[in-house]
């Protein structure tokens, strides 16, 4: 298994800001992963954090908007930059050993 | 491609009474199945799990899944429901033939009631 910690746990942010949520594993992993919970919905993949090499992004997410950062097998990092209140969410990352993912326990994020 | 359907948005059982949250999947290969729980500003845990190997799953907290392949389904059951299950469930499943990306299901939101 892995325990995973993120920082901060919750911001009240004003737009036009950014701010980078910090992802750290308690063990090396191979993948890892950062997710998007819009309020009342599910999970959406923004990205994959790969370690020495830029993230791959899935559609309808760009990395001006959201860059990362892996610069080991255990860290990552995740920026909202120029935020609006459209990007009030749960942000979460996630890492993967063998068939299964663990996850964070989210960052909350609030844009007035 | 894949997808998961949960079909319930919301369940509502009595504590001591059987917990039933249904979830379909489509998958093009031998996928991976999971649930996942989340409570009330609480992070994602695992439940159990499902990866081609025994199709009767057990997880934690007294909950097991039965992976059907003739009806794509996953379903969760726990015998006796709880107040501590109160809390939003997510079906996700991951595609086999090396795939790495989990999809969700959109949730079932289980109430436990006196």
């Known amino acids: 298994s892995a325990v995973i910690s993120q920082k901060p746990s919750r911001d009240i942010c004003q737009r036009g800001t950014s701010l980078t949520i910090q992802c750290q594993v308690d063990?090396?992993?191979?993948?890892m992963f950062w997710y998007r919970q819009q309020p009342g919905q599910s999970l959406t993949l923004i990205a994959t954090a790969n370690q020495g090499s830029e993230a791959t992004y899935e559609s309808g997410f760009v990395i001006d908007k959201f860059p990362i950062s892996r610069p080991n097998l255990t860290f990552s990092t995740l920026t909202v930059s120029n935020m609006s209140p459209e990007d009030s969410s749960i942000y979460l990352c996630?890492?993967?050993?063998?068939?299964?993912?663990?996850f964070g326990p989210g960052t909350r994020l609030l844009v007035l | 491609a894949q997808s998961v359907t949960q079909l319930d948005s919301h369940v509502s059982v009595s504590e001591g009474t059987p917990v039933l949250l249904r979830c379909n999947y489509s998958s093009s290969y031998s996928p991976s199945l999971f649930w996942y729980v989340q409570h009330p500003n609480k992070g994602l845990q695992l439940l159990l799990k499902?990866?081609?190997?025994?199709?009767l799953v057990k997880g934690i907290n007294g909950f097991e899944a039965e992976f059907k392949k003739s009806e794509t389904s996953f379903h969760l059951t726990k015998p006796s429901a709880h107040m501590s299950d109160a809390a939003e469930y997510f079906c996700?499943?991951?595609?086999?033939?090396?795939?790495?990306?989990?999809?969700f299901g959109t949730g079932t939101q289980l109430k436990v009631e006196l």
């Open positions: 499902y990866t081609s190997a025994a199709t």
């Open positions: 996630s890492a993967r050993t063998g068939e299964t993912q663990y």
């Open positions: 996700v499943v991951s595609e086999g033939g090396g795939g790495n990306k989990l999809t």
């Open positions: 063990s090396q992993v191979t993948m």
